[in-house]
């Protein structure tokens, strides 16, 4: 597969001890156009020196993953993506994936792909805690949008041209992934769920969204219903 | 006059007062806030009136009704402070966007 027109944007916010090895593995696969957007980490997210071969990207403020995401959509366009892929800077996501991801889209099936837990066998490593969140998530989903996939806020996903010229993200938080459906809805774009495998590692856990964040995103949805 | 009625009505001037000088300068503005205070006052000034509304609503006592239409007005003030944070937002969303484009580094 020709990797050289798959550009992969990673929103970072305080990582840094995982991301030069994922930069690493995603550029031995072969993936050359990497935009890395730092949504106004406090601190140095390289460890030291960043990696060759990156665009990079600086928000001065935080302002939220919703954010980071348009940011880096925008500047792949520049860079002449054909296909954006959404990667985590924490580790939970398999490089490895990406290929299956894809594939729909360069064959023309759909518009936008997003990574799903459950396609695949529920991972042993998933906390049931989440289990119970991401069900839930799954349905708020189905609510707001009809839309009822597999899995909800799975970050892993890929887009084609059409869907990232079309797709607007306003939701600068974690609601930015029902937004994203919404906006698949309003555009008349073809999604698909992909299986894709989680690693829920210790530092994962500590990055990833608490049950409080959840309810935070509920709220979120709303608002963006009501004002929007 | 009752001490409470001369400590509402200074704060309803107060807060009046306030609007126009640092918020609103159009006469329409004025007009809405000058009849705005007009009822606030005469309700302060003759409290019984408002038992006469609230029971030509079906509502048992003025005070009742003050407090209903205060929970609709707190709520249409909240909404309209959202959505007047939302676009506040939005716009410093655009502008540190703008930013980290202009200033992208390749390494």
């Known amino acids: 597969m020709n990797q050289n027109f798959i550009h992969i944007v990673i929103p970072v916010y305080n990582h840094g001890k995982e991301l030069n090895a994922i930069v690493d593995s ?16 406090g601190r140095d997210i390289f460890n030291g020196s960043p990696p060759k071969g990156i665009s990079y990207l ?13 940011t880096g959509f925008l500047q792949a366009l520049k860079n002449g993506a054909q296909i954006v892929v959404c990667f985590d800077a924490d580790g939970q996501h398999n490089p490895h994936d990406i290929q299956a991801l894809v594939a729909p889209l360069l064959n023309a099936e759909a ?10 066998e529920a991972p042993e490593s998933m906390p049931w805690g989440r289990r119970l969140l991401v ?54 774009l073809i999604l698909k769920e992909v299986p894709v495998n989680i690693n829920y590692t210790a530092y994962s856990r500590r990055h990833g969204q608490s049950s409080w964040n959840s309810i935070k995103i509920f709220f979120d949805i709303l608002f963006y219903k009501l004002f929007t | 006059m009752t001490g409470i009625q001369l400590l509402l009505i200074f704060g ?18 004025l007009m809405l806030m000058l009849a705005l205070i007009g009822i606030a006052v005469s309700f302060i000034l003759w409290p019984e009136l408002t038992n006469k509304i609230a029971h030509g609503l079906g509502v048992g006592r003025g005070a009742d009704l003050v407090y209903y239409v205060c929970i609709l007005l707190f709520s249409f003030a909240l909404l309209k402070l959202y959505s007047r944070m939302r676009k506040l937002e939005q716009e410093f969303t655009r502008l540190v966007r703008e930013d980290a484009l202009k200033n992208v580094e390749k390494f």
Do not use: C, P, W
């Open chain 1, 26 to 41: 995603l550029q031995q696969l072969g993936y050359r156009h990497i935009i890395v957007v730092n949504d106004g980490s």
């Open chain 1, 58 to 70: 600086k928000h001065r403020v935080n302002l939220g993953q919703g954010a980071a995401l348009q």
């Open chain 1, 111 to 120: 518009d936008l792909t997003t990574g799903s837990r459950f396609l695949s």
């Open chain 1, 135 to 188: 069900r839930a998530g799954r349905f708020v989903n189905y609510l707001f949008t009809g839309i009822l996939l597999t899995d909800a806020h799975n970050g892993l996903r890929a887009l084609n041209r059409n869907a990232i010229e079309k797709i607007r993200i306003t939701e600068n938080r974690m609601a930015h992934a029902t937004e994203i459906l919404f906006e698949v809805k309003k555009h008349g």
């Open chain 2, 12 to 29: 309803v001037s107060v807060l009046g007062i306030y609007y126009v000088i640092r918020l609103r300068k159009t006469v329409a503005d």
